[in-house]
């Protein structure tokens, strides 16, 4: 009953080093995203996929990449980390655009 | 663009009934949606109404006009465990969702 699942939970990193957030899920779903949330604020979507193979840019797409290789992962990275990134990453999947989106419980990334 | 007013915090007690607004701005409108987040845990999803009208499910309902960009959120007999943050999403074109500030609710006894 794994839903969505986020790794790692906790990372800090120095400024310019890069890493890679993995999401996995196992319900199937073709629509993946990744978000990210700052303090007071509501989710802003940075990149997304609606099925394997495929990618597209969200609202805050700079600075950040992603991948989408097997339908079940979609994974963020930063190339060269900045303190701006310093944020909660949220990733998410749903079965179709108009349908729930399931969320991971996160990411939680410090840039120092 | 698209964008969503909603009040920053709410509080209520037990047992009461609270209504959470949203107020949008958008080029395009697929429908609007409210999840639910407690403590920066997992949003989760709550209701989505596409249509003018009521959506019902259990202590929750949502609202829509879309002639009015208008729609809210009732919770009835709220409980301590509905102390959270709860955030009006917009759909406006395809896979794309935008959440407003949202709203924390703080349920007292």
């Known amino acids: 009953n794994a839903g969505v699942t986020q790794t790692p939970k906790f990372r800090v990193l120095k400024t310019g080093q890069s890493m890679t957030l993995l999401c996995a899920q196992d319900?199937?779903?073709?629509?993946m995203y990744w978000y990210r949330q700052d303090p007071g604020m509501g989710l802003r979507l940075i990149h997304y996929s609606v099925g394997e193979g495929t990618t597209a840019k969200g609202e805050v797409p700079d600075g950040y990449n992603v991948s989408r290789l097997k339908k079940q992962n979609f994974l963020l990275g930063l190339e060269s980390a900045a303190p701006s990134q310093t944020s909660v990453y949220f990733c998410?999947?749903?079965?179709?655009?108009?349908?729930?989106?399931?969320f991971g419980d996160g990411t939680r990334l410090s840039i120092l | 663009g698209q964008s969503l007013e909603q009040p920053s915090e709410v509080t209520a007690v037990e047992g009461a009934i609270v209504q959470i607004n949203c107020t949008y701005q958008?080029?395009?409108?697929?429908?609007l949606s409210w999840y639910q987040q407690h403590d920066g845990g997992a949003p989760t999803f709550l209701s989505y109404n596409g249509l003018d009208g009521l959506e019902e499910t259990g202590r929750f309902s949502s609202f829509l006009s879309r002639s009015d960009s208008y729609g809210y959120l009732l919770l009835q007999e709220l409980q301590m465990k509905d102390s959270a943050s709860y955030f009006c999403?917009?759909?406006?074109?395809?896979?794309?969702?935008?959440f407003g500030k949202g709203t924390m609710l703080l349920v007292s006894p």
């Open positions: 958008t080029s395009g409108f697929y429908g």
């Open positions: 998410a999947s749903s079965s179709a655009s108009n349908q729930p989106q399931h």
């Open positions: 999403v917009l759909s406006s074109g395809y896979s794309t969702l935008t």
């Open positions: 319900m199937n779903h073709e629509y």
